[in-house]
């Protein structure tokens, strides 16, 4: 047999990388689907379905991310990806076809385009406690653009046209109406984190588990106080907290890691403190 036909230890072949990937990347869509047909036919009081939507539109996009930052395949074709998918999201925009329609379609694009940019740029990541300062500075970057009024989540919010390519939507039980959930800005960093996991083993599972309940933290509060809450504090305190392997800086990351957390802290709080000031 010839060396050069033989694969490489460790590789999966890439038939079976692309179905795996496949499975995973189209799990989301195919939810959506499903409950679109199921449904009208769930009775269930407000909350219930308002809770059932909103689970919809967070756990199978984790789980699509999860399962495929477990399939890695040549970059050529993770930007070809994320091409197609980009694609995609800008040619809904101009469309704008039958609204379920549109979900399945935006939610598949908004997954793959995910995984193939975050979870590439997670791999490429050097050392595990690099994601120490990157939670701070998503979490501050999510909680400055959603309350700052020139800010992009802002601004995203703010607009349906926007909010119907840029987020993921789940069937609401019980009639016809869609819920947004996790945006592209949520998907992307819940990728890289799974990258990063992957490329530096550390404990998968877990990280997987602190997206899901730094999500849920997110939901419930965002329904007790009736206002958006950026889901990325809760995704990478919970992160933080319950993944001890990336606190451990190494001491030459220390000052750059040290600067990055003080200037997004500082620039997260003076938004909230102008956010405050402005509501009185």
């Not at 996009?61 to 993770?78: C, F, G, K, N, Q």
């Not at 549109?102 to 193939?116: E, G, M, Q, R």
């Not at 701070?136 to 046209?161: M, Q």
């Amino acid at each position: 047999m010839n060396s050069e036909s033989q694969p490489v230890s460790g590789e999966v072949r890439p038939r079976q990388a692309v179905w795996k990937l496949g499975v995973a990347l189209l799990l989301t869509p195919s939810a959506v689907a499903s409950a679109a047909c199921a449904a009208p036919h769930m009775q269930l009081g407000e909350l219930s379905a308002s809770a059932v939507a909103f689970a919809g539109a967070t756990l199978f996009p984790i789980a699509s991310l999860a399962l495929a930052a477990l399939v890695e395949l040549r970059l050529t074709i993770t930007l070809a990806t994320a091409a197609v998918a980009a694609a995609l999201l800008l040619t809904l925009t101009l469309i704008q076809p039958a609204p379920l329609a549109t979900v399945i379609l935006v939610d598949a694009a908004l997954v793959c385009s995910s995984w193939a940019l975050g979870c590439s740029l997670g791999r490429r990541v050097q050392h595990p406690a690099h994601l120490f300062p990157a939670c701070f500075v998503a979490a501050s970057a999510d909680l400055v653009s959603l309350l700052s009024p020139e800010g992009p989540s802002h601004a995203i919010a703010g607009s349906a046209r926007a909010l119907s390519v840029l987020a993921v939507w789940f069937p609401v039980p019980g009639g016809g109406a869609l819920a947004p959930a996790l945006g592209v800005g949520d998907l992307l960093f819940m990728a890289l984190v799974f990258g990063v996991a992957r490329a530096h083993r550390l404990p998968y599972a877990r990280c997987v588990a602190a997206c899901v309940v730094g999500t849920a933290l997110a939901g419930l509060a965002a329904a007790y106080s009736g206002v958006p809450v950026p889901a990325l504090v809760p995704i990478a305190l919970v992160l933080v907290l319950g993944t001890p392997a990336i606190r451990r800086l190494r001491r030459e990351d220390r000052r750059a890691a040290q600067l990055s957390i003080i200037i997004a802290s500082a620039v997260a709080l003076a938004t909230v403190a102008r956010s405050l000031w402005s509501r009185h």
